[in-house]
């Protein structure tokens, strides 16, 4: 049996889920992938306002999802912490598996 988690932990995890509970962070963190983009590239890549992408962008880096670097007057953000996409991976997983067997009830009835 796992530990039992202190209520410090147990907070860190739900603000980690409250982070990704915005579906446009999701987006942006789809575009960036692998690569270092610059706010102008993510606000184009996901068709939303500058001012709101920078907000979402900054409460990822502030949470450690995503690093920040500057050059001159650009900024550029990538990923910080990896693991986000396995965590993302795994639900995309169980909501397959849930779907899935959502239809095949459904085909029953």
Known sequence: M???LTNEILHLIANRFRV??????????QNLG??????????????A????????LRVM?????????????????SIADESIFAMCDTVCNSL??????QSKI???A
Request: proline letters at 3%.
């Open 106 to 108: 459904m085909a029953l």
């Open 2 to 4: 796992k530990k039992k």
């Open 34 to 47: 692998a690569e270092e983009r610059s706010v102008g590239e993510i606000v184009l890549a996901t068709g």
């Open 20 to 29: 990704l509970a915005e579906p446009l962070r999701l987006e942006i963190l």
């Open 61 to 77: 880096q502030e949470a450690g999802i995503l690093k920040r670097r500057q050059e001159k007057n650009s900024v550029y953000y």
């Open 96 to 101: 397959k598996v849930q779907t899935e067997n």
């Open 49 to 56: 306002t500058q001012p709101n992408v920078s907000k979402h």
